[in-house]
């Protein structure tokens, strides 16, 4: 009973590793489109509010892969803690990492939004 325990406990932590790693890489992946993105707004001005232009070619898939992206990492980081509590170990360090990719996807997006709105007011 005590070896099939452990294993089913094996096979659950490496499906919630693996669900770790995939939120960090779209995490990763959506904070260098939102660089690109907004670096791209910055330097086309105001022609990346067209969906057929050059810069919003890239811009829009870019914000819908960011909100996505921290939709599902949020999801994530709650269903770790909930398996993380049951089973009675420390929460703050093994999801440091994802808060943290997580504030900075944010704070892209935040920068994306004022750079956007400062483009849209002085351009339009």
């Known amino acids: 009973m005590e ?15 693996s669900l770790k790693r995939v939120a960090r890489i779209v995490l990763a992946i959506s904070s260098i489109l939102l660089i690109i993105s907004i670096i791209s ?3 086309y001005k105001g022609e990346c509010f067209s969906i057929y232009s050059n810069a ?12 996505y992206s921290i939709v599902y990492s949020l ?13 009675r170990h420390l929460i ?15 704070l892209l997006l935040t ?9 849209v007011k002085n351009y339009y």
């Not at 070896?3 to 590793?17: M, P, R, V």
């Open 3 to 17: 070896t099939n325990q452990n294993s089913i406990n094996l096979k659950f932590d490496k499906i919630f590793s």
């Open 41 to 43: 707004s910055l330097v």
């Open 56 to 67: 919003g070619f890239m811009i829009w898939p870019a914000i819908i892969l960011s909100i």
């Open 75 to 87: 999801l994530i980081i709650v269903i770790f803690l909930v398996y993380k509590v049951y089973k």
């Open 92 to 106: 703050w360090a093994t999801i440091k990492s994802e808060i943290l990719f997580l504030i900075l996807t944010g």
């Open 111 to 119: 920068i994306f939004y004022f750079v956007n709105s400062y483009m």
